[in-house]
């Protein structure tokens, strides 16, 4: 299975982006979707996610500007960021938790996938 990200750039402060991420592979089943980032000297954070049971949530830091959705038919999610900000600076990631056939083996649990990483820059 991989995680193929897309769409970052550079975007003045104010404008949009929409990154997409396509999983490709054997894929049986996706219980969540999610993108991350993560700044120079912090930490990976939680942006937003989609959870088959737990639903759909933000960081506060993003409620309101960012839009998270999925294509199931497409095995694919997208993350459309408006009102961008400075602070929104950061490598993005995607991530998906999947049920997946590897090697000819189905896993028994659910796996974590990660995409490469897109840079979105956002220049005040």
């Known amino acids: 299975v991989q995680l193929q990200a897309s769409g970052g750039g550079l975007v003045q402060a104010g404008g949009s982006l929409r990154l997409s991420c396509v999983a490709s592979?054997?894929?049986?089943?996706?219980?969540?979707v999610a993108w991350y980032r993560q700044s120079p000297g912090k930490e990976r954070e939680l942006v937003a996610r989609?959870?088959?049971?737990?639903?759909?949530n933000y960081a506060d830091s993003v409620q309101g500007r960012f839009t998270i959705s999925r294509d199931i038919t497409k095995n694919a999610v997208y993350l459309q960021m408006n009102n961008l900000k400075y602070e929104d600076t950061a490598v993005y990631y995607c991530?998906?938790?999947?049920?997946?056939?590897?090697?000819?083996?189905?896993?028994?649990?659910?796996?974590?996938?990660w995409g490469q990483g897109t840079l979105v820059t956002v220049s005040s």
């Open positions: 991530n998906m938790l999947m049920r997946a056939v590897e090697n000819g083996i189905l896993s028994s649990l659910p796996n974590n996938y």
């Open positions: 989609i959870d088959t049971i737990a639903g759909t």
């Open positions: 592979g054997s894929i049986l089943s996706t219980d969540r």
